[in-house]
């Protein structure tokens, strides 16, 4: 074994082992909700996959595995007590399902860790979220998350109703046709926005600067993401846009990468903005594309301080071409991984405005019923070791793009991108 492939070996492993973990874009609608697991594993009923859409009756319906709390244990005594008080007194006993109750009481376990990104997905919401990330749902297309505990819109889909209504990263939304998202829940919120297609929804909306609200009429329809795309501009550049790092984002990605290299571009303008992340495996591959091998593209730090690198795998053919990456406020979680791996790696200028700051790795647990956990299991760091939750990665060129510019077509980050890298080449 050469010493390249003993290196490729050594990258790889180190790789493997972090490949089946999902950075929470939050991603398009992402269902971020609170969720409590104990309860339910300890106290689940046998449900068979014919019956889950059945209710299942408080009243009737038998709880197992009850349990005292002893020695320097929870009182879990309480849950059943209160189970029990409920099914005895509660008014309207014909509406209480019993699988409903414990998905509540998972969400609130989980709610307690006051950690947004950890979540549960019943078995309605996990198929919802597969459909995101394979790139087809139906609604608004998107990303919505909790900033300041007043919910978010993280970035509109490119091209999606929510961007041709006008929907802007950092809109606060106050509500969601007639009801208030006042201490409201990603999953209730979900709930509210999502619907059929050709159907409509009002957001009234908060946007930054402004004194008053105003309301926004989006018609829902079928979100179909493309990842990629591609365009040559003016002195033969490549304008590579990024909409999201989904199943196939690094496939796209490549054909565009090939079509760069038989174009011969002499710069890549790199457009992450308004992309709310996705998989970590899509970040670490692209990356992988444009920065050489064995470089660290992210570093995880469990809670315990330890700290594991994720390196780029080879395949390098861009690292040549001068690059500048596009950033703004609904750049998040896997697009602020490759625009810091990109920075502290490459002589990458980031033009625009401060990334979102997501900063936390999940992993997502499948469970019985096809139910899903998602759990944050570690931070992670840039490869010069910046913390960005909350604080986001600054530009190295902050460029504004307003509502006035947006209406009247323009793109001033674009265009500060685009003088950006004409000078690169012709400096270098």
């Known amino acids: 074994m050469n010493e390249d492939q003993i290196q490729n070996s050594s990258i790889e492993k180190n790789n493997q082992n972090f490949f089946i973990k999902y950075f929470s874009f939050f991603f398009i609608l992402v269902l971020l909700v609170g969720s409590f697991w ?39 005594a309480l849950f059943w007590k209160v189970w029990d008080t409920l099914k005895e007194k509660y008014v309207d006993q014909g509406s209480l399902d ?5 998905y509540g009481a998972i969400r609130g376990m989980l709610k307690a860790t006051n950690d947004p990104y950890t979540t549960f997905f019943d078995p ?15 609604g608004i297309g998107a990303e919505l998350g909790i900033k300041d505990d007043i ?7 490119d091209g999606s109703p929510a961007q041709k209504a006008g929907l802007l990263p950092g809109d606060k939304i106050v509500k969601i046709g007639d009801k208030s998202t006042t201490e409201t829940t990603i999953d209730s919120a979900v709930d509210l926005i999502r619907g059929k297609k050709g159907t409509e929804v009002i957001l009234t909306i908060l946007r930054v600067g402004d004194q008053e609200t105003k309301d926004i009429t989006i018609i ?31 496939k796209e ?14 710069g890549i303008v790199l457009d992450l903005r308004n992309n709310p992340g996705g998989f970590l495996t899509s970040s670490v591959e692209i990356a992988s594309r444009m920065i050489p091998r064995g470089k660290v593209v992210v570093a995880e730090e469990d809670g315990a301080g330890k700290k594991n690198n994720l390196y780029t795998t080879g395949g390098d053919k861009l690292s040549a071409i001068p690059t500048v990456v596009l950033i703004n406020e609904g750049s998040a979680s896997a697009s602020e991984i490759l625009a810091g791996a990109l920075r502290d790696n490459h002589t990458v200028q980031l033009i625009g405005k401060k990334s979102f700051g997501k900063g936390s790795v999940q992993e997502l647990v499948s469970l019985p019923n096809k139910a899903s956990v998602k759990i944050t299991v570690a931070k992670w760091l840039t490869p010069n070791g910046d913390y960005i939750m909350e604080k986001g990665i600054s530009p190295d060129i902050e460029v504004e793009f307003t509502r006035a510019d947006f209406e009247a077509g323009k793109d001033p980050q674009l265009d500060k991108a685009m003088e950006v890298i004409v000078s690169t080449i012709d400096k270098s």
Do not use: C, H, W
């Open 253 to 266: 990605f490549d054909l565009a990468m090939n079509q760069i290299i038989l174009q011969s571009s002499k």
């Open 220 to 250: 829902r329809d079928t979100i179909e993401i493309k990842s990629v795309k591609l365009e040559f501009k003016d002195n033969n550049i490549a304008y590579l846009k990024i909409n999201q790092f989904g199943e196939k984002t690094s």
């Open 98 to 102: 019993a699988q409903e109750l414990v």
């Open 124 to 138: 309605k919401e996990t198929q919802e979220f597969a459909e995101d990330i394979g790139g087809s749902f139906e």
């Open 38 to 76: 104990l309860g339910y594993n300890n106290g689940r009923r046998s449900v068979s996959e014919d019956t889950l859409g059945q209710i299942n009756p408080v009243g009737t319906t038998i709880m197992l595995n009850k349990f005292s709390a002893g020695k320097d244990t929870v009182d879990f």
């Open 151 to 157: 919910l978010t819109v993280i970035a509109p889909l």
